[in-house]
Nanobody, 112 residues
């Protein structure tokens, strides 16, 4: 059974940082990419970053370039998203994704 479990969200002030984690199980970690999506209240879920664990090649949406860093620990089957210089508009539920599978999400709230 494929599982993605996110953690690391919380309430931070603008300019603060968090490290989000996504622990994967039930599939070969080397297959395809693993991504992070964000969904703000009343808005569509949007892709913000993804990584291919085999070679650590990464993609970032323009909104987060220079502030967010994605990485993976293949031995732990975990993908991290370091989020720095957070802005109120970064608030939302952050989801981990692999193919058609989604985690339950972790809430990030940034206060101004």
């Amino acid at each position: 059974e494929v599982q993605l479990v996110e953690s690391g969200g919380g309430l931070v002030q603008a300019g603060g940082s968090l490290r989000l984690s996504c622990v994967a199980s039930g599939f070969s970690f080397d297959d395809y990419a693993i991504g992070w999506f964000r969904q703000a209240p009343g808005k569509a879920r949007t892709g913000i970053s993804c990584i291919r664990p085999t070679d650590s090649s990464a993609y970032y949406a323009d909104l987060v370039k220079g502030r967010f860093t994605i990485s993976s620990d293949n031995a732990k089957k975990t993908v991290y998203l370091q989020v720095n210089n957070l802005k109120p508009e970064d608030s939302g539920v952050y989801y981990c994704n692999h193919l058609m599978y989604w985690g339950q999400g972790t809430q990030v709230t940034v206060s101004s």
